[in-house]
């Protein structure tokens, strides 16, 4: 009864290890800036900027991703809402166009898009 009981609790704590991981996951964006730089071909001084802009962007889903509940989801749309309106500061028109593809399609490839409805 006892190696039962231990079994049933070791696969409970390493299922929710591997569910905790997962999530992890999702919310560890890594952007590759000269990919960006080459598809929205930034200005000189746009660089640097847009490099900080994301590094907040990456600190921000982090600290959503170990949240739990609501307070979860007000850090995503947090995170999200606020890298988009330091970047619409940072880019021309045509850039932020080109950006808000990115965006979404790395919230849906991410699992995100459930907090967007």
């Given at each position: 009864m006892?190696?039962?009981?231990?079994?049933?609790?070791a696969?409970?704590?390493?299922?929710a290890?591997?569910?905790?991981?997962?999530?992890?996951?999702?919310?560890?964006?890594?952007f590759n800036?000269?990919?960006?730089n080459h598809y929205?071909?930034f200005?000189?001084?746009?660089?640097?900027q847009?490099?900080?802009?994301?590094?907040?962007?990456?600190e921000?889903?982090l600290?959503?991703g170990?949240s739990?509940?609501?307070?979860?989801?007000?850090?995503?749309?947090?995170?999200?809402y606020?890298n988009l309106?330091?970047?619409?500061q940072?880019?021309?028109?045509?850039?932020?166009?080109?950006y808000?593809?990115i965006?979404?399609?790395?919230i849906?490839n991410?699992g995100?898009k459930?907090?967007?409805?």
């Amino acid at each position: 009864m006892k190696r039962l009981f231990l079994a049933v609790a070791a696969m409970m704590v390493w299922g929710a290890a591997d569910v905790q991981a997962s999530n992890a996951e999702n919310f560890n964006f890594q952007f590759n800036l000269h990919a960006m730089n080459h598809y929205l071909k930034f200005h000189d001084d746009q660089f640097n900027q847009v490099e900080d802009i994301q590094e907040y962007f990456k600190e921000c889903m982090l600290r959503a991703g170990s949240s739990k509940g609501q307070l979860r989801e007000k850090r995503i749309k947090y995170a999200v809402y606020s890298n988009l309106k330091l970047m619409k500061q940072v880019l021309d028109n045509e850039q932020y166009r080109k950006y808000l593809r990115i965006v979404n399609v790395s919230i849906r490839n991410n699992g995100l898009k459930l907090y967007f409805n």
